[in-house]
């Protein structure tokens, strides 16, 4: 323990800056291996891995060779920021820009993907300048339950420590990967003693009824219609109130309130201004995406505006979503919340091409919030849960300036190789879903169901409260994974009987077993 102590205040002396060479060397390197295998995986698999445990994982192989130059990344902090390059990289490439670019080439339009790739730098860097500014504030809480991003520090100190953590480390990484070799989610198993339970209970319900709602519902298969979209309007659109509403009221607190407030690093003021800002950088960002893409010339005066306009308006409110559904479950619906402000911008008017560019645009705003919102739990985490306010300030700054250098590369290796990729047929499943929509066009029918079910969606949001119960369980319905449902509700009911204490850090293990199998057996699966 005295040992543990004395490193401890070593590290509080010591700033470690993402700029140290050894760091932002190896980071960069291992950046573009990142972006390139996650490129490969999503556009042949359909899916990305946990890349910030892939990263901690990296980071941890390298503090333990043999060598001199690699002692240095023994220390948690490094090993953080190193993780955290390499998550930033491997998740805008993947789920940022290649979707993206992956809408154009299906239009048709592929002389687009290096101007399209662009906007995906302006979107996404501003997404993670963001939640930098609004990481520990009254409604994106460090301490909030980010389970990716516990579950990556836990990974890390175990395997620092060793001891009973490492121990109970070790047997959830075993069950995560023997349980997700037998099919058995066992990442959601593990958030569920992280996360929010009722909001995970939300998301376990949601999983089931789009899953089997065939058989529940007579024949009727949810997910041929617009259901879910529709739910997620009227929940997202009241949970986003919430929020906006959490950090305006002005009102006498309550000494719990006051002393939760005394430990939180960004004031109220502070993130509405964030907030208010975000949305002029995403509407200046519109513009030049517009510009360089060369959609501007193309568009009306008026519709320019009002692309602008919407443009801002849905990466922000993305962002906000996605980040919030991060948060409380370590679920964030991206695609599904870029569909819905996509499907609204149809009736709007736009044509295919603004539209596909708007996509892009949108959907690169929130993935890379919520991977950022994770990488800065895992932060707190090691830095020792804001106990050090300027250690904790400086070491998220180091964060977010390397995870901005992560996005960029992540972007780059986007340019250099998806028009390769796309050649081969290897192209983002999604990106295909989204082109076909934005050549289809409007249908009035459509807006018609949205509005009538966003209803009962803002109705459910409404009564939990701000628990984000309405967002998650629409994300549950937007998704066709009903074992994942069963999987999460039998953890709750187990939650709810024998706690969360038996399974601390074996949790954790279960996320990263769960992880690093689906990793491994996606890479085989897209290379081989």
Known sequence: MREEKKNVATEKIENISA????????????????????????????????????????????????????????????QNLLQTIVSGAGFSAANCGFIAVGILYGIGKAEYIMPMAVGCIVGTGISVIVVGRLFDSKIFPAHGAWPSGVATASAIQAGDEGGKKGKRLIEGLALGVLGSYLKIPMAGIGIVFIANIFSMAGLGIGLILRGYSTAIFNGFDMGASNIPQGIMIGAGGVALIQSLFIIFKDKKKTADEEKADAGITVSAGSAK?????????????????????????????????????WAAFSSTVAMM?????????????????????????????????????????????????????????????????????????YGRKQQVIIEFIGVVIGILV????????????????????????????????????????????????IIFGNKMVGVLFATGLLLNNPTYGIAVLIAVVVRMIFGTKFMEVRDAGFIAGDGLFGFFSNVLKAFF
Not at 20 to 32: D, K, M, R, S, T
Not at 286 to 295: N, Q
Not at 431 to 444: I, L, N, P, R
């Open 19 to 78: 700029f140290e060479p050894q760091i932002i060397g190896i980071g960069i390197l291992l950046a573009v291996l990142s972006a390139i295998i996650c490129m490969q995986i999503i556009g042949k698999v359909g899916v990305t891995p946990n890349t910030s445990l892939i990263g901690a994982i990296f980071a941890m192989l390298l503090a333990r060779i043999p060598l001199a130059s690699m002692t240095k990344f023994r220390s948690l902090e490094r």
């Open 273 to 309: 201004k964030t907030i208010f800002t975000s949305f002029g950088a995403y509407a200046l960002g519109a513009v030049l995406t517009a510009t360089v893409t060369g959609i501007m010339s193309g568009m009306d005066p008026a519709k320019m505006v009002v692309w602008v306009l």
């Open 321 to 393: 979503l996605v980040g919030m559904a991060a948060m409380h479950s370590g679920w964030f619906p991206a695609f599904a919340i870029t569909t819905i402000f996509m499907t609204l911008g149809i009736f709007m008017g736009f044509e295919p091409l603004p539209l596909a560019v708007l996509t892009g645009y949108i959907g690169s705003s929130g993935p890379c919030f919520a991977d950022m919102g994770y990488d800065l739990k895992t932060g707190w985490i090691l830095r020792g849960k804001g106990g050090d306010r300027e250690r904790e300030l």
């Open 414 to 461: 986007v340019m250099f190789f998806a028009l390769m990729f796309m050649k081969q047929d290897i192209m983002p499943p999604i990106s295909k879903v989204f082109a076909t929509a934005v050549s289809a066009g409007a249908d009035t029918a459509i807006l018609k169901e949205l509005l009538v079910w966003a209803v009962p969606g803002a109705a459910i949001q």
